[in-house]
T-cell receptor, first 114, second 119 residues
Framework: AQSVTQLDSHVSVSEGTPVLLRCNYS??????LFWYVQHPNKGLQLLLK??????LVKGINGFEAEFKKSETSFHLTKPSAHMSDAAEYFC????????????FGGGTRVLVKP | GAVVSQHPSWVICKSGTSVKIECRSL??????MFWYRQFPKQSLMLMAT?????????EQGVEKDKFLINHASLTLSTLTVTSAHPEDSSFYIC???????????????FGPGTRLTVL
């Protein structure tokens, strides 16, 4: 079985400052890891994914994440937050052996202050 | 590319009626579709997995007779909430996965969601 823990339910940052969203996972198999963003009353948009290639993954809108197997972490970062980054972010693990079913973290709500 | 649509985007119905939600992959063939529900300010919970042409696989605790899933073609899956009650009110989101290489075989693409309110 796999699980995902997002360590912060809420993160508040000032516009122009770095953003760090923390995610730890557990999995019996080699996982695929994803970060999705959800704006209010909208579906999910894929930010980036890790699938056993480069451990530093660059995504859309300036986001990137680093897969650290030894720490079972997949933290999401962005060097400079924009107001449009205010949203809910989900760290997600998928296991091919489990039919690619996704397990979602609890989500982190990001607030960006002007 | 990899666009998934849902219809309707929102629906209000009376208790005891049935509601059908459609999920379509617009520019790729979806060999597998997934249905999730999301309660306010909570994460997504997988309800069921459907493969084209076969019966859906439901997660533990999800009533298959209440949430009927049909995946009749490679671009369409439907979720029917039968005899809906107020506790079924939720945000229902579908996703689709393809076996083709163009969009990544392990990536799910999500629809915009359907908000169901049962009065």
């Amino acid at each position: 079985a796999q699980s995902v823990t997002q360590l912060d339910s809420h993160v508040s940052v000032s516009e122009g400052t770095p953003v760090l969203l923390r995610c730890n996972y557990s999995s019996s198999y080699s996982p695929s890891l994803f970060w999705y963003v959800q704006h209010p009353n909208k579906g999910l948009q894929l930010l980036l994914k890790y699938t056993s290639a480069a451990t530093l993954v660059k995504g859309i809108n300036g986001f990137e994440a680093e897969f650290k197997k030894s720490e079972t972490s997949f933290h999401l970062t962005k060097p400079s937050a924009h107001m449009s980054d205010a949203a809910e972010y989900f760290c997600v693990v998928g296991i091919k052996a489990a039919g690619n079913k996704l397990t979602f973290g609890g989500g982190t709500r990001v607030l960006v202050k002007p | 590319g990899a666009v998934v649509s849902q219809h309707p985007s929102w629906v209000i119905c009376k208790s005891g009626t049935s509601v059908k939600i459609e999920c379509r992959s617009l520019d790729f063939q979806a060999t597998t579709m997934f249905w999730y529900r999301q309660f306010p300010k909570q994460s997504l919970m997988l309800m069921a997995t459907s493969n084209e042409g076969s019966k859906a696989t439901y997660e533990q605790g999800v009533e298959k007779d209440k949430f009927l899933i049909n995946h009749a073609s490679l671009t369409l899956s439907t979720l029917t909430v039968t005899s809906a009650h107020p506790e079924d009110s939720s945000f229902y989101i579908c996703s689709a996965k393809t076996s083709g290489r163009a969009f990544g075989t392990d990536t799910q693409y999500f629809g915009p969601g359907t908000r169901l309110t049962v009065l």
